[in-house]
């Protein structure tokens, strides 16, 4: 494995168009793009890394990936009522469709989703609170206590986050959030400004590969059947609109963010993390979904088969 994670970091050192950074997030605009890093833990806990796995970069909406594993756990299929379950086919942070159905987003991983899923999670604690409790749940999937904020990209967001504020208000407005406005946010763009390392990231993603076990702690974290649910939103709206094509040449589930990281599973055999900034014209890495085409070629590990 080993061998194949290198040669897949060699191959696109050699890449020239490797996107663009993404620049409506100041603090995410000055981010070296020639960084890239690959990580794959397997189902048994072996950690295979090339290139900068232990840089530490804003992992953005993956971390809706685990705000809705914790959405599920404490309010379970009433969270449906909240928020559908379909691709939008619509980029992450259109407004378009929820007019159209009554202020419910149509799945937790474009932006209004994930507000929806935040609000969710708080009851009605504060935002400092139910960070804390989301923080602690990464650091338990992850098996990993130094896990953080960034809150400097969370003060950026926070400064340039007019398309999120309306998102939230108009879901407001169908009086579909449960919280203040301005605290659903707060929450928000914290937990999208948590950073992490490939090796981090791919270690939280093993209770996904494993029906809810984490191999590696032989600690559950969620039932089969939930693991399995997560694992079919991701392949269905992990990608936003790029998602069946991320479908069609990768074949995983999968959960870009804007900072430039996609953790995708191979349910049964590996969790793999890779970052590289630059992004393609719908918002996910280029060069991160160049690699993952490429590890599923020589792996076999597409749940489509061959
Ligand atoms: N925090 C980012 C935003 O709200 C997350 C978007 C993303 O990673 N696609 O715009």
Redesign the pocket.
Known sequence: MQNIVDSIYHEMRTRTDRGKV?N??PQLACVDPSQFALTVVTQEGEVFSAGCAQTLF???????VFTLTMALGKLGDALWARVGREPSGDP??SIVQLEHEGGIPRNPFI?AG?IAVADAIMGHNEPKETLAEILNFVRFVANDDSISIDEKVAQS?MMT?S??ASLAHFMASFERLENPVDKVLGT??HH??ISMTTEQLARAGMFLVSNGTNHCTGMRVVPEHRARRINSLMLMCGH?DGSGEFAYRVGLPGK????GGILAIAPGKASIAVWSPGLDKI??SKLGTEALEMLVQETGWSIFGH
Request: proline content about 0%; overall charge positive; hydrophobic content about 30%.
């Open positions: 993404a409506y997030i804003s992992i953005q909406s993956i971390s809706k992450f942070n932006n994930a967001e986050g398309r999120n928000y763009f999208c400004s936003y870009s963010g804007v900072g918002g996910n």
